[in-house]
């Protein structure tokens, strides 16, 4: 081949690939096979590196980025790259349409579209060529990442047709789908860096990454939105969109024009739901004015144009910065860090704190000083940090370290084999374990001592109590002496703790905390050993044989009964009145006419709670199941019962039977 065939072969498949990549990263279909766009790709490259002096920088080629280290220069923006006005609120949308309706008098329409949350970019063509990638920067100044911009397949560096204008920029989004996250965090993981926490940090970090061919290597596209210059083809906003896919931009399909604020509601109550359906990220909705003669009319304010607006939905997910970390003691020593943050607001809610579970979580997110944290709301109400922004991290910020010793008692901290905490392994000594035993005790589902648990604080800051036992020998006078204390408060509270005395074993057996007893271990334990002392007799291997009881709940029951302290304080139980054991007339009165059935409760009833009802189940021989199942025997049923119940038990015949049959089933 002479020189002039090699230039006309290389301008052939410079053309060639250029329409591949339209279909490909633009259309989403393609006409060739992966194979054959890579032996196209492979015949451009060798022959532009033999022929040095047909180089071109906009060649599909240059895609694949350079090693070499670049340096991006701060440039100015032709016109500023401004930020929109925003709202969470539908009313705003009315007051933005009043306001627009004062300035154009004449009918308008709107473009509604999605607003795409990545990082902003600009892009400047001249002549159909792309020549310069601007980052939005303060706005009026950005970094050039041109040469990492073109790595981007799906932005043309050379437009098709002849239609465009001579001089332009286009504005649009860089994102990332969450599949391509996905990929670059697997790959990360495999090599043990650190993962992105979402996608809009991906797609603005790797932007910024000074090696040109990493940034070839991510999944990065580009949404265009925005097209500014002289000689626009049509005076609308959506037209010129439209043409602007055909000479080659990627531009959404999700959008709509609007002759009324109604429809642009319809389009924001649309994509509020529909958007989990979306392969990539968007925060909401911008609507625009769509004549461009409008926009002009209206202008803008130093910030913002007056013509668009954003209507962002509630976000599930937010970045603050992290203030400091807390530790706070639990009941039963555990330890839960804690992190203070930075005021932010979340799904309709300021959030200041979020758990951070435990050293491994601390561990697993790398977390340092200072950092710029991300912030979910999930299906539960304390929020989480779910991630780090290290893009944004001081470099000689400390990574958070774990407390060796207990903030509260200064015992050093332990770790239980297989657990995910630490433990202040001062269970007598430190304050909030005690306090936090003693709220244990008297809470609802335990002795249920109405209004202590506020109350505990008092009592153990005044060393009037130290343990659940001292409840029990309280005076009037000691409570009187407390701040904020007066006669009635002090009667209430003895009077509550009187009746506490005739609370069933089960719930004082749940009350004194022994660990992995939870409610139904105990009524379980409750019912087979009737009372403390046969408990406290009991071995481990005795204990196993029960069901439900397995190593780790045997060895605690063994674990608490070894401790003087504890015996103690059952002492004190016992001279007080408390119910150590289950009650003469519950064993006489048990008998066995529910025996081995299985009974679902759903509805409300009359003469008992359903807690009761569960109680007289279980006292009767039964057990009281939360779901029907083929094993249901039948159904308690009160009034409203739950419509999925009341389908489930149809279908598979179960009867349903009525409080007042039940009662007389279990007495007659
Ligand atoms: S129009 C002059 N349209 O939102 C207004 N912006 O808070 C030009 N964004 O900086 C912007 N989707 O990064 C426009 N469909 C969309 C958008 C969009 C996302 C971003 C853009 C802008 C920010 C404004």
């Known amino acids: 081949m002479d020189k002039e065939q090699i230039k006309n072969r290389i301008n052939k498949l410079r053309e060639k690939l250029n329409h591949h990549n339209y279909q490909y990263y633009v259309l989403a279909q393609s006409e060739i096979s992966d194979f054959e766009y890579d032996q196209l790709l492979k015949e451009l490259i060798d022959l532009e590196n033999q022929n040095p002096e047909f180089f ?25 790259m401004l930020s929109l006005d925003n709202t969470y609120s539908k009313e ?38 792309l020549v310069r990638a601007l980052t939005r920067g303060d706005g009026e100044k950005g970094d050039n990442v041109t040469s990492n911009i073109k790595t981007i397949k799906s932005i043309p560096l050379k437009l098709r047709g002849i239609n465009y204008p001579k001089l332009f920029e286009i504005r649009g989004e860089i994102f990332i789908t969450h599949e391509g996250l996905k990929k670059i965090n697997s790959e990360r993981r495999a090599v043990g860096e650190q993962e992105f926490a979402n996608p809009r940090n991906t797609a603005a970090g790797s932007l910024k990454l000074l090696n040109s061919t990493i940034v070839s290597s991510r999944p990065l596209d580009c949404f265009l939105y925005y097209i500014m210059g002289d000689n626009l083809p049509t005076n609308s906003h959506f037209e010129n969109m439209k043409l602007a896919r055909e000479w080659g931009f990627k531009i959404p399909e999700h959008v709509k024009k609007c002759k009324t604020l109604e429809q642009v509601i319809q389009f924001i109550e649309y994509w509020e739901v529909e ?8 925060d909401g909705v911008v609507i625009k004015i769509d004549n461009l003669k409008h926009q002009k009319d209206l202008g803008i304010t130093a910030k913002s144009p007056k013509w668009a607006t954003a209507f962002k939905f509630k976000a599930s997910q937010v970045s603050t910065k992290l203030l400091s970390v807390d530790y706070q003691v639990g009941r039963t020593g555990a330890i839960t860090p804690v992190a203070n943050l930075e005021p932010v607001q979340l799904a309709g809610t300021t959030v200041k704190r979020a758990s951070l579970h435990n050293s491994d979580q601390i561990e697993l997110l790398g977390i340092h000083e200072n950092d710029t944290v991300f912030v979910e709301k999930g299906g539960e109400i304390i929020p989480k940090i779910v991630g780090v922004n290290t893009t944004l991290r001081d470099s000689n910020s400390k990574a958070i370290q774990f407390i060796t010793h207990c903030p509260e008692c200064g015992t050093k901290l332990e770790r239980v084999e297989g657990e995910a905490k630490q433990y202040c392994s001062n269970i007598y000594g430190c304050p909030p374990q005690i306090k936090g035993r003693i709220e244990h005790f008297v809470s609802r589902k335990a002795m249920n001592i109405g209004g202590a648990e506020a109350t505990i604080e008092a009592l153990f800051d005044n060393g009037l109590i130290k343990d659940c036992a001292d409840l029990y020998y309280l005076t009037k006078d000691q409570i009187l002496s407390m701040d904020r204390f007066a006669e009635k408060s002090a009667t209430n509270l003895l009077k509550s703790i009187d009746e ?8 004082v057996l749940f009350g004194i905390g022994i660990r992995f007893v939870g409610e139904t271990t105990a009524k379980t334990i409750a019912k087979h050993f009737h009372s403390i002392d046969i408990l406290k007799n009991t071995n481990l291997e005795q204990l196993k044989t029960v069901d439900e009881i397995g190593e780790r709940i045997a060895q605690s029951i063994i674990d608490f009964f070894k401790d003087d302290k504890n015996i103690q304080i059952l002492e004190k139980l016992k001279n007080a009145g408390v119910q150590l054991q289950i009650k003469e007339s519950d064993i006489r009165l048990t008998n066995n006419k529910l025996d081995g059935k299985i009974i679902v409760i759903s509805g409300t009833f009359e003469k008992h709670s359903r807690d009761e009802l569960k109680e007289l189940i279980e006292k009767y021989g039964g057990k009281n199941a939360s779901s029907i199942s083929s094993n249901t025997s ?29 009662l007389k089933m279990i007495t007659d």
Do not use: W
């Not at 306001?99 to 002549?127: H, M, P, Q, V, W």
């Not at 958007?275 to 968007?282: E, F, Q, S, V």
């Not at 049923?637 to 049959?661: F, T, Y």
């Open 92 to 129: 705003d949308l009315y007051n933005f349409e009043k306001r627009n309706k004062k300035i154009i008098t004449e009918d308008f329409e709107y473009t509604c579209e999605l607003k795409y949350d990545g990082a902003s970019i600009s892009l400047t063509y001249e002549s159909g060529i």
């Open 56 to 80: 071109d920088t906009n060649s599909p080629s240059q895609r694949v980025g350079s090693d070499a280290n670049q340096e991006f220069m701060k440039e100015s923006h032709s016109f500023p």
């Open 634 to 662: 039948f159904l308690l049923g009160g009034a409203n019962i739950g419509p999925s119940k009341l389908d489930e038990v149809k279908r598979r015949n179960i009867q349903i039977i009525s409080e007042d049959d039940f």
């Open 275 to 282: 958007r989990k359906n979306l392969p990539y990220d968007i």
């Open 500 to 507: 506490s005395k005739n609370v069933p074993f089960h719930r």
